[in-house]
């Protein structure tokens, strides 16, 4: 029926209200699709921050076998082994002495049992295994090639993740072919896969070298925890992150090691509530992450249901992928908390709009009925009726209607604007506790370091007097742990410090005052002569090109934290036995200090979050390495408090240069 039949005031109605129910259904799509789109990749965010997690335990475990067969390489009961060995007489072969492999396989297994591993053994130098401490105690083969002789004999301990046959899983001891023993099973969207099961463990795997007084090898110990039905590991990642969190009676997060790509170790519940070990992975995860070698962070179908999901590879010594690491959270539970948002989303907006309708009803009537009283007496004045009361044809009494409208209208916006006063006021104190928050969160971070800056410079003290024999003669083994003690603490303070900037940096209160410095001497000597351990230890050599004129204008204190900052970066990430060079150039107005290094360089598109608070660029030789992330965003505030601006230029795997600018001394 055409619109024109209706009357003005409902066409004025009808024209309002389609226009408001259109409006509210392309609102209400929107809406949906930008709360669908808010939930996962917030689910996204939480789901990579777990998965880090994860990697954080995992890395603890290895580091744990690492450091466990490092204390064994100087355990007196193991060095004793080869020793009386390398005697001679009835234990001079160990392959056919069958009453010394049990005695000495019993006294490795109690450290076995002691130390908490699968599995425990010596070899000698060459690889062939002297003694086992796992029952039967076999000996006289030779192990698997895995960070024994290359890489164990070079650095003198290592660790990584490996594969055992299970050939060598039988000589290894009784019952770790049972625990590594896994049937495949019928999984929905995954790969089809040859065979019916898997035989080969999957290992934290660690070896330390014993060493002759003379530093040349003696044996090597070696050692190792089965990941395959490692149900410990993965329900510890899934306590630390998801706690007991659960949705309609099933657990929210999920955690499992992959061995290629079958389930060895998880909490994934198949349909019967059992752990899925012996699933696999669905296809499109197989290829990302195993075939690929990329990271999976999105939605993935896991045994019987949907999760976000994050998958990252698995890689042996050598690089090969060889399984995934998986965290995951049920979709379900997004759904739910999208489907409450859509209903009460839905139910508010029907309310309104249905208050709207009729608020625009009356409101269409009343704006219409000024006008009817108008067509009224026009057309009784047409009629020849001119006998009409003046105050019905007066335009002074409708406009008097717009008018008292107009002010209702306006009294009801007043009223609205006390409302967003009122909202503006509320927003203003919430603004201000929140301010009250940071600065109290400040004033805590640089109490905290501050008061940590003492007692740790006292123990740095004391470890120092220690390592030079203040307090008496030390042996090797004890410099070695001081020396590796006095480095922890190091970091601790170094930490410290940079809370501690960071701080005064948020409060704009960092110390500045400058003054006429003669860099060479005050600064960039001192501090290269400080860093000469360090620089050693990385067989580097550090070339200084500053002049002794280059005076700058600036704070002393703040200068060394630039330039330790940039120095320490360059032992960091430089190649080992590279150049570092700290260059300076004089321009017009200002003098260009560069530190350059040879090794890592850093891509162009990391290079605007370099400077960022808390930022880490991603790659192996970045991660290795302990950080707060600060150094460079205090570096950055330190110099632009002097007024001079910091960048970074360099080429891949070749180099890197940090550059910033200082003014000169004022005359």
């Known amino acids: 029926m055409p619109l024109s039949r209706f009357g003005l005031t409902a066409r004025i109605f009808i024209a309002t209200a389609s226009t408001l129910i259109l409006f509210g259904m392309v609102t209400f799509a929107v809406g949906i699709r930008h709360v669908d789109q808010q939930l996962m990749d917030e689910a996204k965010r939480r789901i990579a921050s777990y998965l880090k997690a994860a990697w954080s335990v995992y890395d603890t475990n290895l580091e744990g076998i690492t450091r466990t067969l490092a204390l064994l390489a100087r355990n007196p009961v193991v060095r004793e082994i080869p020793d009386s060995l390398r005697a001679g007489g009835a234990q001079a072969d160990a392959g056919g002495n069958a009453a010394w492999l049990r005695e000495s396989g019993s006294a490795l297994e109690n450290i076995r049992r002691e130390w908490g591993l699968d599995y425990l053994g010596l070899t000698d130098p060459s690889g062939r295994v002297i003694a086992r401490g796992r029952f039967p105690f076999l000996a006289d083969d030779y192990v698997w090639s895995c960070c024994l002789s290359d890489i164990g004999l070079a650095r003198g301990s290592c660790g990584g993740t490996v594969i055992i046959p299970k050939e060598r899983l039988e000589r290894e001891g009784q019952g770790l072919t049972e625990k590594a023993y896994v049937e495949f099973r019928e999984t929905p969207k995954a790969l ?27 044996a090597i110990v070696y050692g190792g925890t089965l990941l395959n039905r490692n149900f410990d590991m993965v329900d510890k990642v899934r306590q630390i992150v998801f706690g007991d969190e659960k949705f309609e009676g099933r657990d929210v997060g999920t955690v499992t090691i992959f061995q290629w790509d079958l ?15 012996g699933t696999r992975v669905s296809e499109g995860v197989h290829e990302t992450v195993l075939e690929k070698g990329q990271p999976w962070l999105d939605s993935a ?20 992928i060889i399984g995934m690491l998986y965290v995951g959270e049920l979709r379900a539970r997004y759904g739910r908390i999208k489907q409450d948002m859509v209903a009460g989303f839905f139910v508010l ?14 409101f269409s009537r009343h704006l219409t009925r000024p006008l009817s009283r108008l067509t009224l007496a026009t057309r009784e004045i047409g009629a020849g009726f001119f006998d009409i009361e003046v105050p019905l044809v007066r335009t002074s009494d409708e406009i008097g209607e717009l008018t008292r409208a107009f002010r209702g209208m306006a009294q009801e916006l007043e009223e609205r604007g006390s409302k967003l006063h009122e909202a503006h006021t509320e927003l203003v104190s919430a603004n201000r506790e929140l301010q009250r928050t940071i600065r109290n969160y400040l004033d805590l971070l640089g109490f905290v370091s501050h008061e940590m800056r003492s007692p740790l410079a006292a ?29 922890k603490v190091q970091v601790a303070v170094d930490m410290s410090n940079n809370y501690l900037n960071l701080s005064r940096i948020e409060r704009k209160e960092l110390p500045f005052q400058p003054r006429s410095v003669t860099l060479l001497t005050e600064v960039v000597g001192p501090l290269v002569n400080n860093m000469s351990e360090e620089i050693r230890e990385r067989d580097m050599q550090v070339t200084v090109e500053v002049p002794a004129d280059c005076i700058v204008y600036g704070d002393p204190n703040l200068l060394s934290v630039v330039y330790g900052n940039l120095l320490s970066n360059a032992l960091k990430y430089g190649r080992r036995q590279g150049k570092i060079v700290l260059g300076c150039t004089r321009r017009e107005d200002h003098y260009r200090l560069t530190v350059f290094n040879e090794g890592t360089g850093i891509d162009e598109e990391d290079r605007g979050r370099l400077f960022k608070r808390f930022s880490r660029l991603e790659g192996t030789m970045f991660t290795r390495e302990k950080g707060t992330g600060l150094g460079l965003f205090i570096t950055k505030a330190a110099v632009e408090l002097h007024g001079g601006t910091i960048w970074v230029e360099g080429k891949k795997d070749l180099w890197a240069c940090f550059t910033f600018t200082l003014p000169p001394a004022r005359e």
């Open 192 to 218: 089809p896969r040859a065979g019916t099961a898997e035989t080969a463990g999957m290992a934290l795997h660690s070896c330390a070298v014993l060493r002759n007084p003379d530093g040349t090898p003696l």
């Open 263 to 277: 389930r060895v170790a998880t909490n994934v519940r198949d349909a019967d509530g059992n752990r899925a070990v």
């Open 301 to 320: 179908f896991v045994v019987n249901d949907w999760y976000v999901s994050a998958y990252d590879p698995i890689r042996s010594l050598t690089g090969e």
């Open 349 to 362: 907006a029907t309310i309104g709009l249905a208050v709207v309708l009729v608020l625009a009803f009356f």
């Open 459 to 487: 123990a740095l003290m004391a470890l120092q007097m220690m390592e030079d024999g203040l307090k008496g003669r030390i042996s090797d083994s004890e410099a070695i742990i001081l020396s590796k003690i006095k480095k």
